[in-house]
Nanobody, 123 residues
Framework: QVQLAESGGGLVQPGESLKLSCVAS????????IGWFRQAPGKEREGISC??????????YVRESVKGRFTISRDNRKRTVYLHMNNLRPEDTAVYYC??????????????WGRGTQVTVSS
């Protein structure tokens, strides 16, 4: 099973930035989509962003509600997918986790996932 590990969460003030990291096996980055999801207490899980598994020209997707603030990128040499989060808002507070999927789709089943990293935005 593909191992995933998230990091980079923390407590920040509104307007600040965070960069989350998802370290995965090289195999995963080549053949699977890597999606970032979040779940806040009492709320349903929502897909935030995703990057396809093409090793040459990955395609990225970003949820409409965070476009302009969040971007996704990958560094194949470091086997890492990043979620860059700018201008954070209190409503971004959630546990963020990454998952491998066969395709970038909020409904596609998770093949593997990490334990998550907490992001808290509060003044």
């Amino acid at each position: 099973q593909v191992q995933l590990a998230e990091s980079g969460g923390g407590l920040v003030q509104p307007g600040e930035s965070l960069k989350l990291s998802c370290v995965a096996s090289a195999f995963a980055l080549d053949y699977f989509a890597i999606g970032w999801f979040r779940q806040a207490p009492g709320k349903e899980r929502e897909g935030i962003s995703c990057i396809t598994g093409s090793s040459l020209s990955p395609i990225t997707y970003v949820r409409e509600s965070v476009k302009g603030r969040f971007t996704i990128s990958r560094d194949n040499r470091k086997r890492t997918v990043y979620l860059h989060m700018n201008n954070l808002r209190p409503e971004d507070t959630a546990v963020y986790y990454c998952a491998t999927q066969n395709q970038c789709s909020e409904d596609a089943p998770f093949l593997s996932w990490g334990r998550g990293t907490q992001v808290t935005v509060s003044s």
